[in-house]
């Protein structure tokens, strides 16, 4: 079955980074676009940064200019890279992929950014 584990979350400075990383097995991941989520206390979760089987990327408003997807296929793996992280970035970040029109999720790492 498809699994998607997160790592790299924790406590950080306002104005610091920090880079997530997702593994994904179960799923042929060449093949595949996937996708960042948040949810923060109380708000919906948020698409945050998408990145397609060809390598082609999109970021949320919110974080344009500041956070990178990326991937690296041999790994079966889906980067984050977080720069100048603000308050309002605190949150579960979550790693997605759509298969056979079907959701799946990992299981969340907490972010936190200190003012």
């Known amino acids: 079955q498809v699994q998607l584990v997160e790592s790299g979350g924790g406590l950080v400075q306002a104005g610091g980074s920090l880079r997530l990383s997702c593994a994904a097995s179960?799923?042929?991941?060449?093949?595949?676009?996937m996708d960042w989520y948040r949810q923060a206390p109380g708000k919906q979760r948020e698409l945050v940064a998408s990145i397609t089987s060809g390598g082609n990327t999109n970021c949320a408003d919110s974080v344009k200019g500041r956070f990178t997807i990326s991937r690296d296929n041999p790994k079966s793996t889906v980067y984050l890279q977080m720069n100048r992280l603000k308050p309002e970035d605190t949150a579960i970040y979550y790693c997605?992929?759509?298969?056979?029109?079907?959701?799946?999720w990992g299981q969340g790492t907490q972010v936190t950014v200190s003012s």
């Open positions: 997605h992929v759509a298969r056979n029109s079907r959701d799946y």
């Open positions: 179960g799923v042929i991941f060449i093949r595949f676009a």
